[in-house]
C-alpha cells in the first residue's frame, strides 16, 4: 500500500506563489511517476504535472508558471507555482503511476488532496 503526506496549500493572493510537497511511503520504486493533478469544483480533475522514468510533463495552462521537482531518496515531489491566478483554485491531488511507452502517464495511487485558493 502507498501512502501519500501532501502539505504547502492555502490561501495566496493572484500574483502569488505557493510551494506544495508530497512525501509517499509504502511500495513506491523508483519506476513510479509521480505529479499532480487538480480539481476545482463543478470540474473534472485535470493533469497538472508529473515527472518520473525520465519524463517531465506540464499542463499547457501552467507552463512557464509552475514547476515539478523530486527527491528519489526521499520520496518526495515539489510543485513550485508562480503567478498563481484565481482560476489555479482547486484541490491539488499528489499521485504516483507510471508512463507508458508512448508517454501517456496512467495515475495508480492518490493522495487525499490539499487545497490551494487564489483570491484577494
Known amino acids: 500500500q502507498v501512502q501519500f503526506v501532501e502539505s504547502g496549500g492555502g490561501l495566496v493572493q493572484p500574483g502569488g506563489s505557493l510551494r506544495l510537497s508530497c512525501a509517499a511511503s509504502?511500495?513506491?520504486?523508483?519506476?513510479?511517476?509521480m505529479g499532480w493533478y487538480r480539481q476545482a469544483p463543478g470540474k473534472q480533475r485535470e493533469l497538472v504535472a508529473v515527472?518520473?522514468?525520465?519524463?517531465?510533463k506540464y499542463a499547457i495552462f501552467v507552463k512557464g508558471r509552475f514547476t515539478i521537482s523530486r527527491d528519489n531518496a526521499e520520496n518526495t515531489v515539489y510543485l513550485q507555482m508562480n503567478s498563481l491566478k484565481p482560476e489555479d483554485t482547486a484541490v491539488y491531488y499528489c499521485?504516483?503511476?507510471?508512463?507508458?511507452?508512448?508517454?501517456?502517464?496512467?495515475?495508480?495511487?492518490w493522495g487525499q488532496g490539499t487545497q490551494v485558493t487564489v483570491s484577494s
Open positions: 499521485n504516483a503511476g507510471i508512463f507508458n511507452l508512448l508517454g501517456y502517464y496512467t495515475p495508480n495511487y
Open positions: 509504502g511500495s513506491i520504486s523508483s519506476i513510479y511517476a
Open positions: 515527472t518520473g522514468s525520465g519524463r517531465t
